[in-house]
């Protein structure tokens, strides 16, 4: 049997040399511009037709020669604003930016099944629908895109995207049916009560010990309020207050994020969370504000997409596939995921040799480039699959 890794490596190599290009120059959400050039050249390269869409995303189509069902892959194109300590060979040319979450990994593979899926044609069911999306880490570029019809033309049956994880070894790729991540929600609260003197606090109301007891009382969302099944965090990031050692502080303000799985458990997060502050600071003789901010929800990979993806890896792939446990963060995909039944495949890149062992997000972050065979052939093998109608979603998730 023709294993789908056995004819990507040429492929592969291409999209290492696409890969270090784009890591070379990252750019941030929304200012993808170089890089949604890279990919509208390699596109026209190939001879698949593609649009812009959402300012600086790309969509394009595949179209196989044989009747199917419609795969849109997803690949995020953005950096980070930090600055690379990878000491790689092609590090970042852009001070402050770096892509140190593999998107421009991500975008690098999408290609390279592009590459595949294309020169095959003849033998593709259905059509692949390529998203290369903006801004994934922030401000969002998932619905942008999804508001502009990416979806819908043609309309997507089901949808998976990848994302490099150094929990996995080189050659696995890993997903789980359900949420697989969590919805993110940003908070601010802003306690307000009366300066004075530090010496006379009789004449004044303090932020400071309502502060305290406002993050000790939060913790009890998570601690007494909530299923202890059901997964949440409260995490208190930022504290500003006062002016200097004697001097009372008339205003405190915090900042902070909600990590929930369950759509129930973030529905009721702002309420619970209103209540304790402006009781805490009732209790205290001061007032406070809340504002949440919400932002992605969690990503929940359909359950019958989950398993028959997994049976068509195991015939038509050697890659080692896992189940891996959900992780706290987010990831805007979720909003296609809400669309269609979808996939987040995690995708194995650790390996000592290639120093591919810092998580995402830090200065030191390597890829594994030979990890990029598998992330191909995995994104080959889901369009396939659902092209074919073997790979496809519809139940709910667990
Ligand atoms: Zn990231
Ligand atoms: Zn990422």
């Known amino acids: 049997m023709t294993t789908i890794e056995a004819i990507v490596p040429d ?29 509208e050249r390699e596109l026209d390269d190939l001879g698949i037709e593609h649009r812009r869409i959402a300012k600086t995303g790309v969509v ?66 259905g059509t692949t629908v390529l998203l290369f999306q903006p801004a994934e880490e922030g401000p969002g570029g998932a619905l942008p895109m999804i508001e ?9 049956d089901a949808v998976a995207m990848l994302h490099v994880d150094v929990r996995l070894a080189t050659g696995e790729v890993g997903f789980i049916a359900g949420a697989c991540n ?33 993050v000790l009382a939060l913790q009890n969302i998570a601690a007494r309020e909530t299923d202890p099944l059901k997964t949440i965090v409260v995490t208190i990031g930022t504290i500003e207050g006062g002016y200097r050692n004697n001097i009372i502080a008339d205003r405190v303000h915090m900042s902070g994020t909600f990590r929930t799985q369950d ?20 209790a205290y003789g001061a007032s406070a504000t809340l504002e949440v901010i919400w932002g992605y929800p969690a990503v929940i990979n359909d359950a019958q997409l989950a398993s028959t993806f997994r049976s068509y890896l195991a015939t038509e792939t050697t890659l080692r596939v896992t189940s891996p446990a959900p992780t706290m963060g987010a990831e805007d995909f979720a909003y296609f995921a809400e669309r269609a039944p979808g996939l987040l495949i995690r995708h194995g890149i650790r390996s000592e040799a290639a120093g591919s062992v810092h998580p995402g ?15 191909i052939a995995a994104l080959v093998a889901f369009a396939r699959g659902v092209g074919a109608g073997v790979v496809s979603g519809g139940l709910a998730a667990p």
């Not at 999209?15 to 120059?25: N, T």
């Open 11 to 39: 492929v592969a190599e291409r999209a290492i040399a696409i890969r270090r290009e784009i890591h070379r120059f990252p750019e941030l959400g929304f200012e993808e511009e170089r890089t949604a050039s890279i990919v």
């Open 60 to 125: 394009g189509i595949v179209r196989g020669a044989l009747p199917g069902k419609v795969a849109g892959l997803r690949a995020d194109m953005d950096a980070l604003p930090l600055d690379e300590r990878s000491g790689e060979s092609f590090s970042s040319e852009v001070p402050g930016k770096m892509h140190a979450c593999g998107h421009d990994a991500h975008t690098a593979m999408l290609l390279g099944a592009a590459r595949v899926l294309q020169a095959d044609r003849a033998n593709l069911h």
């Open 148 to 156: 502009a019809g990416a979806m819908d033309d043609p309309k997507i």
């Open 263 to 282: 759509a129930q458990i973030r529905a009721e997060i702002e309420g619970r969370a209103r209540r304790i502050v402006e009781n805490v600071a009732a």
């Open 182 to 214: 969590a919805a993110a929600d940003e908070f601010h609260i802003t306690i307000t009560g009366v300066g004075g003197h530090g010496a006379s606090p009789h004449t004044a109301v303090d932020t400071i010990p309502c502060a305290a007891a406002t």
């Open 361 to 375: 997000h830090s200065a030191l972050f390597r890829v594994d480039e030979d990890a990029l065979a598998y992330g």
